[in-house]
């Protein structure tokens, strides 16, 4: 990321931030922060309902791949904390040292995201015997990968842009939040990407606050972001003929 300490002296510059209520205030120093710490309360929110009888104590066993990409996601959150209080205190340097290591992670998790998925889809359907069906449901995790990379694509590409990098990020980290969601009791799937676009929306919210208007970033990605969500769900829900045919032949040659 680009100087974080110019970006912010600029920031105190405008008039909206230097006559800033205290609420505004905060925002401007502390929102990524706390945003990355509120994705890992979810993620221990979801997952704490399922991770001890769905991996630890699994019956039938897990594949090992299952173990790999929990923890890989798992890092990614825990960077995601440590970068952004990286730049909370003015650690620019390091930050972008170790940017360099989270764009090697970041190219893993989609890579990773996709092979498990396919792996998990076929153990449910030729081990845990669902049918076939089932892998209409390669449409969600196909689109949380697919959300991911592009965001995180954008956020390297714009790492020089650090109002551009930082909002990349979040949305990047948010969409993988919908695994996390779907496991809290009584959520739905449309629930669960609620619960994303949720998260996106506290930084329009924090945009607002601070800054008066919503950043580019937000009114390009999130809208885009919905339209895909909606269209993916509708596809596992009705699975139309063509898509379970096609999700078939993936899983067969996989």
């Not at 769905?54 to 790999?68: E, G």
Request: charged share 10%; hydrophobic share 55%; aromatic share 12%.
């Amino acid at each position: 990321m680009a100087t974080e300490q110019v970006v912010l002296t600029a920031q105190a510059a405008r008039p909206g931030v230097a006559g800033a209520s205290g609420l505004s205030r905060f925002l401007n120093k502390y929102f990524y922060f706390c945003m990355s710490l509120l994705v890992a309360a979810v993620v221990v929110s979801g997952f704490g309902q399922t991770v001890n009888d769905n991996l630890i104590h699994a019956t039938p066993v897990r594949p090992w791949l299952l173990w790999v990409h929990g923890s890989v996601f798992s890092f990614w959150v825990l960077f995601f904390i440590f970068q952004s209080a990286l730049v909370r205190t003015h650690n620019v340097k390091l930050h972008r040292t170790m940017g360099w290591f989270g764009a090697g992670l970041g190219t893993l998790i989609p890579v990773l995201g996709i092979s498990t998925a396919i792996v998990m889809d076929r153990f449910r359907v030729l081990t845990m015997h669902a049918p076939p069906e089932s892998y209409t449901f390669f449409a969600i995790q196909l689109l949380d990968m697919s959300s991911f990379t592009v965001m995180f694509g954008l956020a390297v590409l714009w790492r020089g842009r650090p109002e551009y990098h930082r909002r990349m990020m979040l949305i990047a980290t948010c969409v993988l939040m919908s695994a996390a969601f779907a496991r809290i009791p009584h959520m739905t799937l449309m629930l669960a990407y609620c619960g994303v676009d949720g998260l996106i929306l506290l930084g329009v919210v924090r945009d607002l606050i601070v800054n008066r208007k919503v950043h580019v970033v937000y009114r390009y990605a999130l809208p885009t972001l919905v339209v895909c969500q909606t269209f993916m769900v509708e596809l596992f829900l009705r699975h139309p003929a063509w898509w379970v045919k096609l999700t078939e032949a993936i899983m067969a040659k996989a």
